[in-house]
């Protein structure tokens, strides 16, 4: 009779501080003991030569989730996950969207029956707050807060998400006030709108003028007030997918003041640029998101973010519209401008084999650096450690075998998003996850998914690290005034 339900055997196991040459035992869907010479599990994997890396934690995508313009993210809980599965992703964190006038608690009800039976993998929600009432920062967001949902996104634009400075102030004395963590999408919106028209007026409607309205100024500058805001509330702040060196060199600032400001990039800052929003047609509305791609040098830039740790965040903010569908990107037919295309490119699936082959197959950054990036430092900002995010004792036996010999070339046939293009077509990469285990379950065995519909739990999120009342420094003033109300 074997103790263990599965053994992993051979393989070097890779934390955020660490490789260690060791076995991996498995009971319960849990991690139990980690070594060399156990007997052998009810099942055992042979992993000799390969890495052992915790499942990736994908802490900022869209699923099932209509955007500001009314337009359907094309992935539902099953595909999104199973696409997240098949990339090395173990655990997801998308949004439930509150849109004006709609009650919070309601809406993550809705996301809940959204995902309930369909997920593949475990998730937990951030939420969405476009309308701070009064109920909503008084009752609805703490009692939220209790229930596990610790985390929330607010906007800076789009018109119908978008906070003023007032406001965005409220949302973040409540953070402060309850230990939660606030996420930013940093574009002052005002710059946008204001470019965006003189540049249809001007004639000039294609994809690529994407790029021109969202200037790198514009994220610069919602950047420095967003910090500004949190610095005046004394509360951490993390600016969400930042394309750029504008954007870096402030949250840089930040951090050297010793600011609790964190910093998330993602794929398409590394691997596209605005020259592929130019492309014949409107065929550049597949490169389209916000923050757009910018240039070769903030591509770099954005390297050196990572590497020099301004970074701890590397996530997909898969959102995945389809192209050529007349519910997706060009849905306005011939009435189409860059200001009607839907924001958003997919990359759940492709961001751990992305980073993998670019960033430490080319000598860019660590194996342990890659863990930080794409599980650990997710799981801490977010309140899922050490459950989620590491290879320990006790852990969620959440794992990715990654074999560094694999080659692979990027074909829309290959993957598992229910898109029609991954903007990442015809790229070579080095190294892939083939096997997928979620809490001690293979779920993807070379190319095979065994997962079930439905088999993903929740995860009711503990109070971020960087946020929880013990943690980092507080109020400076010395007169004792709190605008918070805590003291
Ligand atoms: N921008 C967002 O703010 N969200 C989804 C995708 C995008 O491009
Ligand atoms: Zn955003
Ligand atoms: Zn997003």
Known sequence: MTDYDLVIRGGSVVSATDVTE????????????????????ADTIDATGKWILPGGIDSHCHIEQESSMGVWTADDFCSGTVAAACGGTTTIIPFAAQYKGQSLRRVVQDYHARAEAKAVIDYAFHLIISDPTAAVLGQELPALIKDGYTSFKIYTTYESLKLDDRQILEVLAVARREGAM????????????????????????????????????AEREATHRAISLAEIVDVPLLIVHVSGHEAIEQIRWAQSKGLRVYGETCPQYLFLTAADMDQPGFAGAMCMCSPPPRDKANQEAVWRGLQSRVFQVFSSDHAPYRYDDPEGKLRAGDRTTFKTVANGVPGIELRLPLLFSEGVMKGRISMSHFVELTA??????????????????????????????????????????????????????????????SRGEVIVDDGDVAASRGRGQFLPCDLPEPARPAAGPRWAATDGFDPTGNR
Request: charged residues 20%.
């Open 22 to 41: 060791c076995d991996v035992a498995i009971k319960d869907g849990r991690i139990v003991a980690l070594g060399r010479d156990f007997a052998d599990g």
């Open 376 to 437: 650990t430092n997710a799981a801490k900002l977010y309140g899922l450690y050490p459950r989620k995010g590491t290879i320990a004792v006790g852990a969620d036996a959440d794992i990715a075998i990654w074999d560094q010999s694999r080659e692979t070339t990027v074909t829309l046939d290959l993957l598992h998003e229910n898109m029609d293009y991954t903007p990442y077509e015809g790229m070579t990469l080095q190294g892939w996850p083939t096997t997928v285990i």
């Open 182 to 217: 606030v996420m930013v999408h940093a574009e002052n919106h005002d710059i946008i709108a204001w470019l965006s028209e003189r540049l249809l007026a001007a004639g000039h409607a294609a994809p690529k003028y994407h790029g021109v309205a969202h200037a790198a100024v």
